[in-house]
Protein backbone atom coordinates (compact mmCIF):
# COMPACT_ATOMS: atom_id res chain seq x y z
CA UNK A 1 0.00 0.00 0.00
CA UNK A 2 1.41 3.12 -1.06
CA UNK A 3 2.40 5.44 2.22
CA UNK A 4 0.26 9.19 2.27
CA UNK A 5 -2.72 7.58 0.74
CA UNK A 6 -5.86 9.73 0.86
CA UNK A 7 -8.26 8.23 4.14
CA UNK A 8 -11.31 7.90 0.84
CA UNK A 9 -9.16 5.47 -0.51
CA UNK A 10 -7.58 3.28 2.18
CA UNK A 11 -10.65 2.92 4.37
CA UNK A 12 -13.33 4.26 1.71
CA UNK A 13 -16.61 2.73 3.59
CA UNK A 14 -15.38 4.11 7.45
CA UNK A 15 -14.53 7.61 5.68
CA UNK A 16 -18.06 7.83 4.54
CA UNK A 17 -19.44 6.61 7.67
CA UNK A 18 -16.89 9.12 9.66
CA UNK A 19 -18.05 12.00 7.30
CA UNK A 20 -21.47 11.32 8.15
CA UNK A 21 -21.48 10.63 11.84
CA UNK A 22 -19.79 14.04 12.37
CA UNK A 23 -21.92 15.57 10.44
CA UNK A 24 -24.95 14.16 12.51
CA UNK A 25 -23.31 15.02 15.69
CA UNK A 26 -22.73 18.93 14.76
CA UNK A 27 -19.65 18.82 12.77
CA UNK A 28 -19.88 19.72 9.69
CA UNK A 29 -16.51 21.58 9.34
CA UNK A 30 -14.56 18.17 10.61
CA UNK A 31 -17.05 16.35 8.64
CA UNK A 32 -15.98 18.21 5.18
CA UNK A 33 -12.25 17.59 6.23
CA UNK A 34 -12.73 13.45 5.89
CA UNK A 35 -12.61 13.63 2.01
CA UNK A 36 -9.67 15.72 1.78
CA UNK A 37 -7.25 13.79 4.81
CA UNK A 38 -4.71 11.93 3.98
CA UNK A 39 -3.40 8.85 5.94
CA UNK A 40 0.44 9.21 7.45
CA UNK A 41 0.40 6.41 9.54
CA UNK A 42 -1.94 3.32 11.20
CA UNK A 43 -1.25 1.15 14.26
CA UNK A 44 -3.86 -1.90 15.80
CA UNK A 45 -2.98 -3.36 19.29
CA UNK A 46 -4.79 -6.63 18.61
CA UNK A 47 -4.12 -7.13 22.31
CA UNK A 48 -7.00 -4.21 22.95
CA UNK A 49 -8.65 -4.42 19.23
CA UNK A 50 -7.66 -0.80 19.43
CA UNK A 51 -6.69 1.01 16.28
CA UNK A 52 -5.16 4.78 15.47
CA UNK A 53 -5.29 6.38 12.33
CA UNK A 54 -3.08 9.60 11.98
CA UNK A 55 -4.01 12.01 9.43
CA UNK A 56 -2.92 15.04 7.70
CA UNK A 57 -5.26 17.69 7.28
CA UNK A 58 -5.73 19.56 3.31
CA UNK A 59 -6.11 22.89 5.51
CA UNK A 60 -2.74 24.56 5.98
CA UNK A 61 -1.47 26.98 8.23
CA UNK A 62 0.09 30.52 7.42
CA UNK A 63 3.53 31.50 8.61
CA UNK A 64 2.00 33.37 11.85
CA UNK A 65 -0.01 29.71 12.84
CA UNK A 66 3.13 27.66 12.11
CA UNK A 67 5.53 29.55 13.86
CA UNK A 68 4.57 31.93 16.39
CA UNK A 69 1.10 30.34 17.44
CA UNK A 70 2.02 26.65 16.81
CA UNK A 71 0.50 23.36 16.44
CA UNK A 72 -1.13 21.52 19.50
CA UNK A 73 -4.20 18.99 20.37
CA UNK A 74 -7.22 21.06 20.43
CA UNK A 75 -10.15 18.63 21.46
CA UNK A 76 -11.49 15.41 21.16
CA UNK A 77 -14.84 14.46 19.47
CA UNK A 78 -16.63 11.14 20.18
CA UNK A 79 -18.35 10.12 17.15
CA UNK A 80 -21.33 7.81 17.24
CA UNK A 81 -20.13 4.69 15.44
CA UNK A 82 -19.80 0.73 15.90
CA UNK A 83 -15.98 1.00 16.06
CA UNK A 84 -16.21 3.54 19.52
CA UNK A 85 -14.99 6.34 17.25
CA UNK A 86 -12.72 9.69 18.87
CA UNK A 87 -11.44 12.04 16.21
CA UNK A 88 -8.91 14.29 17.66
CA UNK A 89 -8.30 17.90 16.50
CA UNK A 90 -6.18 20.54 17.02
CA UNK A 91 -6.06 24.21 18.06
CA UNK A 92 -7.06 25.24 14.45
CA UNK A 93 -9.71 22.79 14.08
CA UNK A 94 -7.84 20.47 12.01
CA UNK A 95 -8.42 16.47 12.01
CA UNK A 96 -4.81 15.18 13.52
CA UNK A 97 -6.21 11.52 14.37
CA UNK A 98 -8.74 9.06 14.63
CA UNK A 99 -9.39 6.41 17.07
CA UNK A 100 -11.12 3.30 16.86
CA UNK A 101 -11.94 1.46 19.92
CA UNK A 102 -13.37 -1.82 18.48
CA UNK A 103 -11.46 -1.77 15.32
CA UNK A 104 -11.20 -5.60 15.00
CA UNK A 105 -13.58 -5.32 11.65
CA UNK A 106 -10.31 -2.88 10.07
CA UNK A 107 -7.85 -4.84 11.55
CA UNK A 108 -6.72 -5.78 8.33
CA UNK A 109 -6.68 -2.51 6.75
CA UNK A 110 -4.68 -1.35 9.70
CA UNK A 111 -1.81 -3.79 9.71
CA UNK A 112 -1.64 -3.78 5.52
CA UNK A 113 -1.17 0.27 6.24
CA UNK A 114 1.55 -0.35 9.05
CA UNK A 115 3.43 1.81 10.88
CA UNK A 116 6.90 3.66 10.43
CA UNK A 117 8.93 4.86 12.93
CA UNK A 118 9.37 7.91 10.26
CA UNK A 119 5.68 8.58 9.57
CA UNK A 120 5.13 10.05 13.49
CA UNK A 121 7.88 12.34 13.10
CA UNK A 122 6.70 14.49 9.96
CA UNK A 123 3.36 14.70 10.99
Known amino acids: MT???ALVEVFPKFAEELRLALAACGEP???AQVLDLTVASCSYDSSGEAGYIRVRSAETLNVVEQNIIGTRHGRTVSVDHPCWVYVDVDNFDRITGIELL?????AAQLLAFGVTP???DDV
Open 3 to 5: KHA
Open 29 to 31: HLA
Open 102 to 106: AASPH
Open 118 to 120: SSF
